[in-house]
């Protein structure tokens, strides 16, 4: 095992913070995918927005925006950074009765947004599965990844 590449453990393989306070602040932007199925049935009432819990895709982004503001509440070791701009994109695949969702975050600062932008579609993910359980219990969150990232030392990457 290498451990140079577990930037979050220490010599000892103990948990450690990431000490970013020489890093120099920098436009660093994120963006994440997710994939929520449904059955035919569910997803035409998803469409129609008939859900006994309100709408669906609203409710969605707006808890997909606050889940990227809050990830480093959520997952230990994240750095709270400010968070410039969070967008949440819900796509409709018909063909596959599913919806894709794109969470993109900015900030200038010394870290990068990768983890918030994946948050932020997990959640946004999650809150349409939450929404819609009564529906279709087969319904399944699917393809959470990375897409792309900029900025930083690493500079860029995109699947």
Not at 24 to 51: D, H, P, V
């Amino acid at each position: 095992m290498n451990k140079k590449n577990f930037t979050h453990l220490d010599k000892s393989k103990s948990p450690q913070s990431v000490d970013v306070s020489n890093k120099k602040a920098s436009l660093r932007t994120a963006s994440a995918q997710g994939i929520i199925k449904f059955n035919n049935k569910s997803f035409q009432k998803i469409l129609n927005l008939k859900s006994k819990k309100g709408d669906i895709i609203g409710v969605a982004v707006i808890a997909g925006i606050m889940a990227a503001k809050k990830t480093s509440d959520l997952i230990p070791l994240c750095h709270n950074i400010p968070i410039d701009d969070v967008k949440i994109k819900i796509l409709t695949q018909k063909s596959s009765n599913s919806f894709k969702l794109i969470c993109s975050v900015k900030t200038f600062a010394k870290t990068g947004v990768e983890m918030e932008a994946l948050t932020g579609v997990t959640i946004a993910c999650l809150t349409i599965y939450d929404m819609c359980k009564s529906l279709d219990k087969k319904a399944s969150v699917e393809e959470i990844k990375l897409l792309k990232k900029s900025g930083g030392k690493s500079g860029e990457f995109t699947t």
